[in-house]
C-alpha cells in the first residue's frame, strides 16, 4: 500500500531555531494535513493545503508556522523560532481526492531543548 | 465545530477477552467518524469509517464500531483481543465536506496474558 513518508524521524533542536519537518505525501492525492501530539495529549490539526494555499489552519498554527510545496512531491512545515512548547510528535497526512481517508506518516518527533 | 470524547484513558483486558471502546461526539452539522490505532512508535492507521449507509461498520484487524446517532457514540468493539491490539486507539470525526479531522484523547488498550 503507498505511503506517506517523513523525515527525519526524530529532530532535536535549540530553542529559538528553525527547523523544517519534511513528508512526501502520497503521490495522487491532492490535500495535505499537518497534526501534532503532544506527549500525553490528543492529536490536533495544525493546517490543511489544497491547491498550493492552506485552506484551513488552527489557533496553534501561528506566525511562526509555515507550510510549503516547494515541488511535486514534498510537503514542509517549518518552525521559524521554536519554543519549548514546540516539543511534540508532528504528524503529516494527505488524502485522495474524495477527501474521505487520511493516510497518516509515522510522525518526526521534534524535541526543543 | 465537532469535538470527541473518549472516556476511558486506559482499557486493560485479558488475551481472548471482547473490548469495547467507548467514543462520543458532539456536532451540530452532520458528521463521519473515524476510528485510528497508533502502535507503539508508529503513525495512525486507519481502523475504519462511517461515511453513510450502515450503521454497523468493519474495520481491520476484525474490529467494528456502531455508528449510534441517537446517542451521537461510535463504540468499537473486537469480540476477542490478542496480544498485538495492544496500542493507543483515537476517535476522530470530521463534518462532511470538511476533511479536518477533530481527534479525542485516546485510550491506551493494554491486552493481558
Known amino acids: 500500500e503507498p505511503e506517506v513518508t517523513q523525515t527525519p524521524s526524530h529532530q532535536v533542536t535549540q530553542m529559538g531555531q528553525e527547523v523544517i519537518l519534511r513528508c512526501v505525501p502520497i503521490?495522487?492525492?491532492?490535500?495535505f494535513y499537518w497534526y501534532r501530539q503532544i506527549l500525553g495529549q490528543k492529536v490536533e490539526f495544525l493546517v490543511s493545503f489544497y491547491n498550493n494555499e492552506i485552506s484551513e489552519k488552527s489557533e496553534i498554527f501561528d506566525d511562526q508556522f509555515s507550510v510549503e510545496r516547494p515541488d511535486g512531491s514534498n510537503f514542509t512545515l517549518k518552525i521559524r523560532s521554536t519554543k519549548l512548547e514546540d516539543s511534540a510528535m508532528y504528524f503529516c497526512?494527505?488524502?485522495?481526492?474524495?477527501?474521505?481517508?487520511?493516510?497518516f506518516g509515522s510522525g518526526t518527533q521534534l524535541s526543543v531543548l | 465545530a465537532q469535538s470527541v470524547t473518549q472516556l476511558d484513558s486506559q482499557v486493560p483486558v485479558f488475551e481472548e477477552a471482547p473490548v469495547e471502546l467507548r467514543c462520543n461526539y458532539s456536532s451540530s452539522v452532520s458528521v463521519y467518524l473515524f476510528w485510528y490505532v497508533q502502535y507503539p512508535n508508529q503513525g495512525l492507521q486507519l481502523l475504519l469509517k462511517y461515511l453513510s449507509g450502515s450503521t454497523l461498520v468493519k474495520g481491520i484487524n476484525g474490529f467494528e464500531a456502531e455508528f449510534n446517532k441517537s446517542q451521537t457514540s461510535f463504540h468499537l468493539r473486537k469480540p476477542s483481543v490478542h496480544i498485538s491490539d495492544t496500542a493507543e486507539y483515537f476517535c476522530?470525526?470530521?463534518?462532511?465536506?470538511?476533511?479536518?479531522?477533530?481527534f479525542g484523547t485516546g485510550t491506551r488498550l493494554t491486552i493481558i496474558p
Open positions: 476522530a470525526v470530521s463534518g462532511q465536506g470538511n476533511e479536518k479531522l477533530t
Open positions: 497526512a494527505s488524502s485522495e481526492p474524495s477527501g474521505k481517508k487520511l493516510f
Open positions: 503521490s495522487n492525492h491532492l490535500y
